[in-house]
Each structure stands twice: as C-alpha cells, then as structure tokens.
C-alpha cells in the first residue's frame, strides 16, 4: 500500500548535528515541522550550504513536495499527479454517506456536501470541515490515500 | 455568460466506458468546464488543440471539393481500404461499411490488432458475458487480466467494477469485493490490488497460468515451467472458486500473449463448472466494439472483411496484412492514426498511395494525406450512438453547435458521390 513520508524518513535525510541554525532545538524537530510544512527544505542551512549533504537535500525536496493549495484542513491534491479516476470520491465514507446514490454508487456526486469530487479532470476537496481527519472525534481515516493509485492526496 | 447545466447529463467519448454521467458548464459556443470526466475524458471532450483543415493536396477549400475528390479516389481504386472506426457513431459506421460495400474494399478496424478475437468470441456465444451495471450490483470477485483500468479507463475501477456499491453489494470494496490483477508487472491497478492480490507472471506465459489454475480448480498440483509459487496460485483458485458473480476484465496483455483462444474457453468452462464467472473485454476507443457490432451484423464477420462479388474474411484482409502485402491502393481513414499506432515499416506504405483522412483533429496520418475532411467531435458536436465496452447500446447527445459536419453526414455524402 502507498504511505507517506514518514518523520523518521526525513531526520534520516537532516544533517542530524543539532546544530540549532534553523531555530529549533533538534533536528528531529525540524523533520516533525518540515513533515507538517511548517519549514521550508531550505530553512536547514547547512544541508543547502554543504557539499557533502547535497545528495540528501536532493532527496528531501524530492519527497517534500511544494504544497501549493494547502486546504485549511491539511488536505492536499497534488494536480500534476491525478488522473481524475474517482476512486477516492467513491471510496470516502463521508462522500457515501452524503450521497449514497451518486458518488457512493459510483455516479457524479448529486449532493453539495461531499468532501471529493472531480472537476476538470482532477479531484477538488470541498467542504473538507467534514473530513473525518478533524474534528473532536477525529480518526485516522485514509480511504482516499490507500485507493489513489497514483499516490495524489495528501494530509499534512 | 457561464452556463450550468445541472443534472443535465451528458457521454464521455473518451473511452470504451462511455460514462453518461457528465455535467458541463459552457461559455458562448465552447466547454469550459467538465465536471466527472477523469483525465483523458476532459482531454477528448474539450477538443483538439490543432484542428484538422479541409483540404486537397495540402490547398485549402471547402468541404464539396474535399468530398468529390474523396468520392474521385474511391472510384478509381481497384481495392481501396477503409479503416479506422473505433472512434465513429454506430451510424457513421454504417455507411462506411455501405462505401465499402459499394467500392470493393477492404474494410478493417483497430480491433483486428486489438480486441477482435475476444469479441467474435462474445458475439458467436463461445464465451460467457455480462453488463457492467450487473458487475457493480453484483460482482464479488473481479479478475484484470493483463489490463491496467488505471491508466487506460481511469474510471473503471470507480464507476463499476471494484469501489461503488450496489444492490447486492452494499458495502462495496471494503468487504464485499476481491479484485486481483494478473500481470507482467506491478500496474496502478496492481497498486489497488495489493500485494495479496497481484500475481505478476513473465510475459507471454498467461496460456501456461490459466492451465495451472485449471489445475487448481480441478484440485490436483498447479505446475508451471516457470516455477510460480503453488501456494499462491492455490489460494488463488480458492477465492476464484468462492465466487458468487465473478467476472475476468480481459486486457489486450491477455489477448497479446494466446496464440488462440482455447485455454481461455477452457479456464471459464471449469470456472462455470465450480462457480460463475463471466469475461468483458477492455475495449479502447469508444465505439470499437460497435464497429464489430455493425461488421458482424452486415457480413457475418466481426472485422478483415473484403467486399467484392462476395465477403471474403481472413488474416490476409487486415489492415497489417494489406498494407505490408501492398494489396490495397488508396485508403480511407476515419477517426484514427494508423502512421503512429502501426509499425512504421507497414503503415509507410500508406504514404504512397492516395489518402483521405477524416478527423477532428491534425494527426500524423492527416499531415500525409492527400484529402483531409474535418469532422464534429462525437459526443460533444455530433450526436448518434456507441457500443460501450459490455455490449450496450449508449445514446450520446449533442453539447455544442459547430459548422463542421459530423462523419456520418460526411460518409453520407461521398457515399452519394460514388
């Protein structure tokens, strides 16, 4: 199944030397607030400035990808990578229980409370306050992410 | 002024799927948005970005002149070709077949290299088939086959066959669904499937796996010269034979890799015996299986038919053999590209006889062609109807008004001037 990077991935990748230039106290926090794009690649110096790190800063521009249109709710569709198929709309419980009829049975979403549907060839996150990520009772939920076959959703 | 069209549904013509649940919103005379369609239905939808001119010889002119030269070269010919098809109307299909008929021709389409053999199959009862709205109500475990609905029909696995719910189905592919994929290599489609459910095989050894699940199913060792793993494949036969309404989405990996189809009719003869199962084929273009539709019921024949005294049928009549044999000498091209689909070393032939190309838009085969006749894009411009990839019939409606004609009046017409 597809994953996400994960924060231990990126500390790996970091110069790993706490060397407190980016501001934080560790380099670990540095990979929590970079995984949540909260910092830039670029905020660590010492990987930008230093020869011997260029191949891991390489890496980890590659693996942080620009987030563009962040949602309020950290929901993120990189454009480049969907193919619009629709398997995130009719797999999101929350889009099925809105529109059991349309989206849950395949169709074009027939309500407005859907959280995922396709406009132009790419899926477009609406409504995204109803995303089961958020929220008091939020829960890890990642229909959208394990069905996407080109790995194009992302949670920040 | 942008335009709403709410729950005002309109075809997508992208692929053989046909989806008839698409929404636009228009501005004056143009798409400017569409809502459902994935990647490739947009792409098709919202038109080409060079437009075919009418033109003879290069020269600008209108439409009569391109059409009574058209008609000129078809009369001339002793054996002119016609091909293409897969993305016309049934109707437009209908009388290129009438021009055939009436000119001698040899007439073929994309499935003569594609899915033909699969379809004849369907059409003459030799293998079991079913809709794809029974898959989504119905389906518990869906086999792909050398297919990869990711890439090619991005909305397959969404619309029908593994995610929605249906009425037998109500909890869709979370519990009520297996889907596997067999292949050559790890796929998007494989990528949904998981690693549980992909078995990729070397290529060209799909007759030698289906012997093997035979096998399984027939509860004795599975064995492959290839040396695939017999547990595997047990526990393949063991979902395979739980099955309540299964179906098998054969790709063209599938139909690439049989010399015949004789291990195929073989594995669903003992899947029929231990369960039920049925087979689609992964048509292309939208309107391929139409054309078969329309050929069969002329001649009897699903595709490489050549009209004459009688209908001759036979390998020799594809558009592969033909031109390589240099038996033809003009063609007519309707809606495709044989230049960049064919091997260069057969289609270059088509460069040195007359061509007529009818299109909407600009291909490498048009830039080639003597006479080029642009025609409305189907589905969006012109209406008529398809064959989706399960045997049924779509009604497509009209979106937009355009001056150019659609290929069915434009057939129509040289069929006239003959």
Redesign the interface.
């Known amino acids: 199944m597809l994953t996400m990077a994960s924060v231990m991935e990126i500390y790996q990748l970091l110069p790993k030397t706490n060397c407190k230039e980016c501001g934080k106290s560790t380099c670990m926090a540095f990979a929590v607030d970079l995984l949540a794009r909260k910092v830039k690649v670029e905020d660590c110096l010492p990987l930008v400035r230093e020869e011997k790190y260029r191949a891991n800063y390489q890496k980890l521009s590659e693996i942080i990808t620009p987030v563009g249109d962040v949602t309020e709710t950290g929901l993120i569709v990189h454009e480049d990578k969907c193919i619009g198929c629709g398997n995130c709309v009719v797999a999101c419980p929350v889009n099925v229980a809105a529109d059991p009829f349309g989206a849950g049975s395949g169709k074009a979403p027939t309500s407005d409370k859907v959280i995922l549907k396709v406009e132009d060839g790419i899926v477009r996150a609406k409504n995204v306050e109803e995303c089961r990520r958020f929220g008091e009772n939020k829960i890890l939920c990642v229909a959208c992410i394990d069905t996407c076959p080109t790995k194009a959703i992302e949670f920040v | 002024m942008v335009v709403c069209l709410s ?1 005002n ?1 309109y075809v997508c013509t992208g692929c053989a799927l046909l989806c008839d ?3 636009v919103e228009l501005e004056g005379s143009s798409l400017v ?11 098709r939808m919202k038109g080409c970005e060079t437009p075919l001119e009418c033109a003879v010889n290069g020269k600008s002119t209108d439409t009569d002149t391109a059409i009574k030269e058209a008609a000129r070269i078809l009369s001339n010919a002793e054996n002119p070709l016609i091909f293409g098809h897969g993305n016309s109307s049934s109707q437009a299909q209908r009388k290129a077949i009438a021009i055939a008929r009436k000119t001698g021709a040899y007439l073929d389409d994309t499935s003569s290299f594609c899915q033909g053999p699969i379809i004849e199959a369907i059409l003459q009862g030799k293998l079991r088939t079913c809709t794809l709205d029974e898959v ?1 109500d119905r389906a518990d475990v869906i086999v792909f086959w050398g297919a990869d609905p ?1 890439s090619s029909h ?2 397959h ?4 066959s593994y ?4 009425k037998e189905r109500q909890r ?2 979370e519990e009520d669904r297996t889907a596997i994929c067999i292949d050559v290599r790890k796929s ?2 494989a ?2 499937c ?1 690693n549980n459910g992909t078995y990729i095989i070397p290529p060209g050894e799909d007759a030698e796996f289906m012997d093997a699940l035979v096998s399984g199913l027939s509860n004795k060792v599975p064995k492959t010269s290839f040396d695939f793993d017999k547990k595997r494949i047990l526990e393949l036969t063991n979902i395979l034979k739980k099955a309540k309404f299964g179906v098998i989405f054969a790709g063209l990996g599938l139909v690439y890799s049989l010399k015949d189809l004789e291990p195929l009719f073989a594995l669903m003869d003992k899947l029929n015996s231990v369960s039920s199962f049925h087979l689609i084929p992964m048509v292309g273009q939208y309107n391929m299986r139409g054309s078969n539709h329309n050929i069969f019921e002329e001649t009897g024949y699903v595709n490489r038919v050549k009209f004459g005294t009688e209908v001759l049928h036979g390998p020799e009549y594809s558009v592969v053999e033909a031109l390589k044999e240099k038996a033809v000498d003009a063609a007519l091209i309707i809606g495709s590209d044989p230049l960049s689909s064919l091997p260069l070393s057969v289609a270059r032939y088509l460069t040195e006889i007359p061509l007529i190309t009818i299109d909407p838009c600009q291909t490498l085969t048009s830039s080639k062609s003597d006479v080029t006749i642009p025609c409305a894009l189907a589905g969006v411009e012109s209406g008529g109807t398809a064959i989706r990839m399960d045997g049924v019939e779509v009604e497509m409606k009209k979106i937009i008004e355009t001056d150019r004609l659609s290929d069915e009046e434009i057939l129509t017409r040289i069929l006239e001037a003959l």
Do not use: L, Q
Request: proline residues 6%; aromatic residues 12%; positive net charge.
């Open positions: 729950n549904y649940d698409i929404e948005k569409v809502h459902s369609a994935c990647r490739k239905g947009v792409a989504k990711s991005p909305r696995m969404s619309r029908y995610f929605p719910r249906g869709g592919w998007d489609t990528e949904i998981g």
